[in-house]
């Protein structure tokens, strides 16, 4: 277990889908020295809260690849914005104001894979109107948090195929099924979608190799 985390949170990111691992950090002062050097200077933000929660995902990313056989592994980041993970690895790496997480598994067995965390929170509707279709919409009546459920889902389908295809997707370019746990993007590829909704909101979005 990671020394600073959230035991609920972390039960629930478990317990997401079998053959990816998931884990978390509280965002902490001091969380921007975690960087590596490879990792400080591929970071261009000067800001010390992007590079303390930067920092974050890449101890709660290193713990998680040290099981894959990555101990100390950098993480440094890409011209592309991606990490620049180990050629046998797919992974993905999310923050917001509070909590920093990691996803990971083992390219053999899956071929995309990106992750969301978003505060239980409602999504402002200036926002929603960004993100959610005219057909998505109509499915978010009666739950306030559906709107950010699908906000993190577009991002997390995002940093799954990004890094496959170098294809810029807008939101109105990835077709959501929060029912059906889908997500179809406008080359036809589907992606599953897996859901923590409580303590925090975490998507991820994945395929299978």
Not at 32 to 41: F, I, K, P, V
Not at 134 to 142: C, D, F, H, N, T
Not at 157 to 172: C, E, I, R, T
């Amino acid at each position: 277990m990671l020394a600073s985390c959230d035991p609920t949170l972390q039960r629930a990111l478990d317990s997401l889908v079998s053959g990816i691992v998931v884990g978390h950090r509280l965002i902490a002062p001091g969380d921007e020295a975690a960087l590596l050097d490879a990792e400080a200077s591929s970071i261009v933000s000067s800001i010390v809260a992007v590079r303390r929660a930067s920092g974050a995902a890449r101890v709660v990313a290193r713990e998680l690849l040290a099981g894959l056989g990555h101990a100390g592994c950098a993480l440094p980041r890409t011209a592309s914005g991606a990490p620049d993970w180990p050629r046998d690895v797919v992974g993905s790496l999310a923050h917001d104001q509070a909590v920093a997480v990691a996803a990971v598994a083992p390219r053999a067995a899956v071929a995309a894979l990106g992750i969301d965390v978003e505060p239980a929170e409602p999504l402002p509707d200036d926002i929603l109107d960004l993100v959610a279709t005219v057909p998505e919409r109509s499915g978010l009546a009666g739950d306030p948090l559906r709107g950010r459920v699908l906000f993190a889902a577009k991002e997390a389908v995002y940093k799954a195929m990004h890094p496959l295809d170098g294809v810029f997707l807008d939101f109105h370019d990835i077709v959501v099924d929060l029912v059906g746990r889908k997500a179809v993007v406008p080359s036809g590829k589907i992606l599953d979608l897996a859901v923590c909704r409580a303590p925090r909101i975490v998507v991820l979005a994945f395929s299978r190799a």
